[in-house]
């Protein structure tokens, strides 16, 4: 029915004076004909509508009849899908999510952590402007405490090891030729202890001595590299001392330096040290490490959070309790699962802000766009529920979301509402041409509905394919964005109408807005496609060549993928500047590999191959600190060395006072000496007796004289404290898992009982010797401790495997995706008798050769077969009507135009791929084939009814140029991210969008305005029906077709 100005008015000419001056200038404007002839031909396109369209049609009309019933039951499902959300749906943040679970690196992994758990350490770095070992100290041994009381939500606190009862069985750590090295060098201290022979330690005396040394030994040609290491540990010894004390400190024997060869020397990883406790602190003196396990709390939505976050408010607290050393000291927080928790954190509030920008300029945009308020209102609440129901069939069909597809919300925003643009743009047109709002919607639906229904569909099986991939990751993304595509358009056809009905209900046609006019530009095409196709050929061309490059038979792609993981984060982020420091001033690294060895045995074959490998910093575990039983040889030994040191006399230290000139003038004989010296330590250590005597001179005699005599006594009594080290080192016992702490057996050891015997595994850690987060030193890593062995793991093998898997499968993604669309828009263009002939021989096929595949040697090659499928298609979609395959390909131009033109400007700005933004591959696809089903669709429409040339309906092109920006807005919003990998999705779906909305409005309607030029391609006659005037006279036959729609 028409409006309410025509109704019950007779058909003929006459109803000209009934119609009011705004309908009859649309009516002229429009160029269409009057009432009777459009009820008839629109019964007569009825008839010729598909079952699609027929269904759509009354769909529609049954939800607009009843709307407010409509709209109640579709808000009430969408406050349930919100409820279900909020009781049900998770966050995993672990990059351990992504990855297929039946993989062979993801099962050592699960074998890994069944046994030592699948938490990282959460690490505190603490570190200080200079080297202030004491400060370091008090801040982690304040913070740990706190930590410890904590034990709801941490555990395995480790800040410092607890040696004393290691200390007492030390000897037993050393070879027997490192034994008789310690024995000789007592026997040496022997007099100056047992007989009191302490000017022997004197600094001149020292000094003579290491002189004659070097002068023989240089003289015979016997110098070592030994005996140039102790004049530079002397010479060390010497300034160290006096900077301290020109500095104001007060030296004491822990930080003291000794200048004589060490009586005892165990390396501090092996778990021996000077002090009953070794703290985790770096050479340098200036960074200290705190590290434990967060407890998983399974009713938190991330599992760590709360721990990460307690443990953030105790570095607060004592923040505050240091807070007058602020410029000395700073407190940090990093760690694997700090990482992930802060990566998500930011990433879910880059989404939050980008969703809330992009909704604010899709709204305005589409204010613009439609000229008016309330239809793009329609359209933003159509989305809103839209995504409700999609997080609550999210939560009913995955429960969690991922650092993946956590994404969707963005995506949906971006191109869900194109739906109810495209509705809603031809709804308008409709009521513009005087239909009243039943018949409006119902054509709606009818005309444009099969479209907006191909593209929904094209586009879920775009990110539906993802879940071929067999990356959980990315299958659950393309699950999570099918499902949402698949539910917006049902919302199109089931929540706006009714929003519609509801609205309009009152609303006269003068009050709808006007149409933006495209008349010039569509005139434009239609006068100038040859010229607009040429120059379009060579400007996709340009980009092209720049993305591509053929080389030796083979097509390369110039665009990059940059598979480091830290270039995604935000350098702002805290933990991420940590990490930084971290990496920079200790050999600890956030990556390590971890290999699981069932005995002690295995495990020291492990450490000792693994630290022959190049790429290898490290090897840290526990079976090197329980030494096997010393030999007969080493008990006699130890027994001996312990006879010895008990036996001495102890006496008072009695050393003269240096003569200030007389040490001054030996210390520069020995720098004449070294100065000359061809040995490069030898040099270097003359430059440090420079500087020590240039402090020298600078001092006060008294003060420096003092200075000697405090540095003699300090020699004194590191001797003697060595003495009683090696002392309390005899004991025979053997050393045992329990005589290490817990903290650190925890972490390293395993033991329990099965049927009936004692099962061990022994956790050996490989750490890099560099960074690994770029691919090619993580590629190297991984292929070298996979050839000592094979099941090892670890996060740095999860990164490696995820990010080459995840660039594969996001090929495989496109390559499926592109299969299944060209499918679906075959099937759509072909006619009735024509699809099944097409695509069931073509099936049968591929599946044939698929199963000899598989019986022969027990593999299929999906690409093979996908590939055979989609030719033998196109080729009998050729025969039969080549027209099909034609239009099918015209419709994916705008996609693989617009990916190559993108591709083009990537490689221009240098711009990366990343395991982010890779997502924007399929996008572009099911974006810019959106809009070449929407301008086909047109194309056919204007044929079907004997149209002899093509020009793109106005409603399209709007529709089009509508859904392209917002499109580009509402991506374009992912800019406004702190997170570099979002940052980057938004720069590339924009330019991407954009490079499709080019060559849809500019060389697609040149191309098929040609086509229809030059070869008209009606493909149904259209039956005209010939009107009859009031007395059943047959009347001329109007000589323009008059749209029905």
Known sequence: MRGGALSGRKTDGTCLEFLSAPELQRGLRSNFHWPGMVMAATDENAQRLSLVARFLGWLVVAVSARPRFTLWCILSLACAA????????????????????????????????????????????????????????????????????EDALFSNVLYRIDQRALRRKGLQFLSQQQLQRTAARVDRYAPVVSNGQWDLLRTDRLVQQLRSNIQRAEKDGTASETLYQSADRFAQSLLRFQQQVANGQTPDQKTFQSPLPDLLSIDATENASDADVAWLINADGNVGLLQAFPIAQSTAVNENSPSIDRLRELIADVRKKFEKMKDEVSISLTGIPVLEHDEMQRTTSDMINASLVAFAFVSVLMFFGFRGMRHPMLAILTLIVSICWTFGAAALTIGHLNILSVSFAVILIGLGIDFSIHFLSRYVALRLELYETPDALRLTAQTVGTGILMSALTTALAFGSAMLTGVPGLAELGLISAMGILLCA??????????????????????????????????????????????????????????FKYNDGTLKCLVEYDSNLMNLQDNTLESVQAQAALNASTNESLLYAVAVAPSYEEALR???????????????????????????????????????????????????????????????????????????????SAETLDQFLDGLSKMPGDQASDMLNSYQFMVAGALLAELGQVATATTLDPVIPSDLPPELTSRFLRAERVEGRESQSWLVRVYPKGAIWDAEPLEAFVREVRSVSPDISGVPIQNYESASRLHHSYTTVGVYSLAVISLFLLFDFLRPGQKLLTILPPIAVAAFVGYTMFKRSGEVNPHLIVGIAIGLMGFIATVLDSRNLRDTLFALLPPIAGGAILLGVMALCGWDLNPVNLIVLPLVLGIGVDNG???????????????????????????????????????????????????????????????????????????????????????EPVRLRTPQNADGETKAAPQKSRKAA
């Open 933 to 1019: 089903i929407h301008l086909l669709h047109d194309y056919r429409r204007q044929l079907q009814r004997g149209s002899v040339e093509y020009s793109p309906s106005a409603d399209t092109v709007n529709g089009i140029l509508l859904t392209s920006m917002t499109s580009i807005v509402g991506f374009g919003s992912l800019m406004i991210s702190a997170h570099r990998g979002l940052f980057s999705v938004g720069v590339l779906l924009a330019t991407g969008i954009a490079a499709c909305l080019y060559v849809a409005l500019i060389p697609l309607p040149a191309v098929l305005s040609l086509v229809a030029r030059h070869q008209p391609a009606s493909l």
């Open 490 to 547: 049902a919302a199109t056809f089931l929540f706006l109408p009714a929003l519609v009905a509801l609205s309009d209900q009152a609303t006269e046609i003068e009050q709808l807005p006007a149409p933006w006019s495209t008349e010039f530009y569509r005139r434009k095409i239609v006068a100038w496609p040859v010229v607009i196709i040429a120059t379009s050929v060579v400007c996709i061309a340009a980009f092209a060549t720049r993305a």
């Open 82 to 149: 919100v409820g279900v959300t909020v009781s049900q749906l998770n966050i995993k943040t672990s990059r351990a999510d992504l990855i297929d679970p039946a993989a062979d690196f993801a099962e050592s992994w699960r074998k890994y952590t069944d046994t030592f758990g699948a938490t990282s350490d959460l690490i505190v770095v603490v570190k200080t402007k200079k080297a202030n070992q004491q400060l370091i100290q008090e801040v982690v041994e304040s913070l740990g405490e706190k930590l410890r009381r």
């Open 606 to 684: 492990l450490r000792n191959e693994f630290r022959k490998l190049p790429s290898v910093g490290r090897v840290s575990e526990m079976a090197s600190l329980l030494p096997p039983d010393p030999s007969a040889a080493q008990v006699q030994l130890i027994r001996q060395l312990r006879d010895r040191i008990y036996s001495m006399p102890r006496s008072t230290p009695v050393i003269q006072r240096p003569a200030l000139n007389a040490v001054g003038r030996e210390i520069e004989n020995l720098y004449f000496v070294l100065r000359d010296s061809p040995n490069v330590t030898g040099r270097a």
